[in-house]
């Protein structure tokens, strides 16, 4: 039998104290957490930092390396955001501040999950074929020489195998760059030989914390306790509990086939998995099946710099002002094709976001009426950050005061919530590397070190 | 009748940055067997609905959880100029007052 826990879905949302307490009192043999993920969008691996505040990763290893130390419970995390080397750096930093505050001593097997440029140049050399994992005109089907130089930098997934080489030496941490979400709680069961298809279908509740019990959080815990032939799953948090819809429908979650989870080197079969009652709050699974494949790959992430982004915010309520909003709109476009002619207008892209009409669903809104007011976002993404800025401050201007022939006056057609109007948004980033790297090795491309965190 | 009245959960989310899903969760099994049997939801709804070629649509019933998952490429993926939606947290809205018969 092994007994596992998640603290939580991700890490900086919280890991609460009294449901890590509960799950002490049932001595699991291994903690995991997630920290890391693309759900944020390409920024973050751009720019080469967090979407949680570090004051946030900060609070809930505070609260769990203290205690995972005192119960001796190792424990395996992935850090932090993109999981680039700079933002594993940080977090073992932040752990470094934790240690010395409680007086630990943790050896932790570093992983990096950034992948060097040049290995994958030399790979593609050499006749690698990597395919793009989604079928999207986003991405070159294979990946080319090209994307990865336009990369800004790259990590992968690592699936659980680096991660098994860093549990055999009985380390108390496992740290590691970016990482399959299910690797970090895979590894040790597969380590103890326990069924695969039980193993991962776990790891992939249990990766997201208390989003699958009743009701919903990534803020809390869930557990887990593995056995030969089938796994329990519940949330220790008694406020909470797992259902057989909760725990059945979860496989639906931010995942493409609910039946079929692939991994590494083989998927997650669920079509046969069945899921009982257990008791008001534990869920019993079996059936989950794994099925094999003869190749081994993991997901590279990588993204490119597009430019720069200047935003306006303002508000339209005069009613001949909204009744002529798209004439307007497109008017001011062209004034800044005239304007800017000497820029290649490939140089720079204008978007016109329009709250209260259709900016969240575009050309499929279903009703697209523009009622009493509307909220206007104007994005500008140009090559050069100033353009975007001089841009955007000329889009200002034109619309603040468009002379429409409707308007009864062009003083102002706008309300400012705030100065300054424009305002700079910073890089734009976008995924050009989203790609299968098949790996001979599965610890290949992620460097490794043993470290003394405090002490 | 329409979905939202049907339906316990309509969610849309990313997987991946260029997948976008929605999921359907039908409360009894009667109605998930009825929209499953006489295919309410359907490739060529979604295509209409979202404005997606048909042959990039999936949709798979999962009859033990009474749900449906509908898969489609993201129109433009988070990040791009002109995103509306990073996480597509949003964009299961068409489906909401589609008919069930």
């Given at each position: 039998?092994?007994?596992?826990?998640?603290?939580?879905?991700?890490?900086?949302?919280?890991?609460?104290?009294?449901?890590?307490e509960a799950a002490l009192k049932l001595d699991p043999d291994l903690v995991a957490l997630?920290?890391?993920?693309?759900?944020?969008?390409?920024?973050?691996?751009?720019?080469?930092?967090?979407?949680q505040p570090l004051s946030a990763i900060e609070r809930d290893l505070n609260v769990l390396l203290p205690r995972l130390k005192k119960a001796e419970v190792p424990f395996i995390v992935s850090c932090a955001g993109p999981g680039t080397d700079h933002t594993l750096n940080l977090t073992l930093r932040i752990m470094k501040r934790v240690a010395e505050r409680h007086s630990l001593k943790l050896d932790a097997y570093v992983l990096s999950g950034e992948i060097s440029k040049e290995y994958l140049v030399e790979r593609i050399h050499a006749?690698?074929?990597?395919?793009?994992?989604?079928?999207?005109?986003?991405?070159?089907?294979?990946?080319?020489?090209?994307?990865?130089?336009?990369a800004v930098r790259i990590v992968a997934q690592m699936g659980p195998e680096p991660i098994m080489t860093g549990l055999k030496m009985g380390v108390d941490m496992v740290c590691t760059g970016r990482a399959l979400d299910t690797a970090l709680f895979a590894a040790y069961p597969l380590l103890k030989g326990y069924d695969k298809g039980l193993v991962m279908h776990m790891s992939k509740i249990l990766e997201c914390g208390a989003m699958s019990a009743e009701p919903p959080t990534s803020g809390d815990g869930m557990f887990a306790i593995l056995e030969k032939d089938h796994f329990l799953v519940f949330p220790t948090n008694p406020k909470r509990k797992a259902t057989v819809i909760s725990i059945a429908a979860h496989s639906f979650y931010e995942r493409e086939d609910p039946t079929r989870e692939w991994g590494p080197d083989g998927y997650l079969d669920l079509s046969q998995a069945r899921y009982e009652q257990y008791d008001e709050r534990t869920v019993?699974?079996?059936?989950?099946?794994?099925?094999?494949?003869?190749?081994?790959?993991?997901?590279?992430?990588?993204?490119?710099?597009?430019?720069?982004?200047?935003v306006m915010i303002c508000g339209a309520r005069d009613p001949v002002f909204l009744e002529n909003l798209d004439?307007?709109?497109?008017?001011?476009?062209?004034?800044?094709?005239?304007?800017?002619?000497?820029?290649?207008?490939?140089?720079?892209?204008?978007?016109?976001?329009?709250?209260?009409?259709?900016?969240?669903?575009?050309?499929?809104?279903?009703?697209?009426?523009?009622?009493?007011?509307?909220?206007?976002?104007v994005e500008v993404v140009a090559m050069k950050r100033q353009l975007a800025m001089d841009i955007c401050s000329y889009i200002r201007s034109t619309?603040?005061?468009?002379?429409?022939?409707?308007?009864r006056g062009a003083a102002?057609?706008?309300?400012?919530?705030?100065?300054?109007?424009?305002?700079?948004?910073?890089?734009?980033?976008?995924f050009n590397v989203y790609h299968l790297l098949p790996l001979e090795d599965p610890c290949e491309p992620f460097r490794s070190s043993l470290i003394r965190i405090g002490g | 009748m329409r979905l939202r009245e049907v339906a316990s959960v309509v969610r849309s989310k990313l997987a991946g940055p260029f997948i976008l899903t929605i999921d359907v969760f039908v409360?009894?099994?009667?109605?998930?067997?009825?929209?499953?049997?006489?295919?309410?939801?359907?490739?060529e709804l979604i295509s209409r609905l979202y404005r997606v070629p048909r042959e990039k649509i999936r949709i798979i019933y999962c009859d033990h959880v009474n749900g449906i998952k509908i898969a489609m490429p993201m129109p433009k993926p988070p990040g791009e100029p002109g995103c509306r939606d990073i996480y597509g947290a949003q964009q299961h809205i068409p489906l909401l007052n589609v008919a069930i018969e």
């Open positions: 039998m092994l007994r596992i826990y998640a603290p939580a879905g991700h890490l900086g949302h919280g890991v609460p104290r009294e449901a890590l997630q920290g890391t993920s693309t759900d944020y969008g390409p920024y973050y691996l751009g720019a080469n930092t967090t979407p006749g690698a074929r990597i395919r793009r994992a989604a079928d999207t005109e986003y991405l070159s089907e294979f990946l080319t020489v090209e994307d990865v130089r336009n019993m699974v079996t059936g989950s099946r794994w099925v094999p494949v003869n190749i081994y790959t993991v997901k590279v992430e990588g993204v490119a710099h597009k430019g720069y982004r200047a004439s307007i709109l497109n008017g001011v476009k062209k004034r800044v094709r005239q304007y800017f002619s000497d820029v290649p207008p490939q140089d720079y892209e204008i978007h016109f976001h329009v709250y209260g009409r259709d900016a969240v669903l575009g050309p499929i809104e279903p009703e697209p009426n523009v009622l009493h007011e509307a909220g206007i976002l619309l603040f005061h468009y002379d429409h022939p409707a308007l102002g057609n706008l309300a400012f919530p705030f100065s300054p109007m424009v305002l700079d948004a910073g890089e734009v980033y976008v | 409360h009894s099994r009667e109605t998930y067997f009825k929209i499953k049997s006489k295919k309410l939801i359907n490739e």
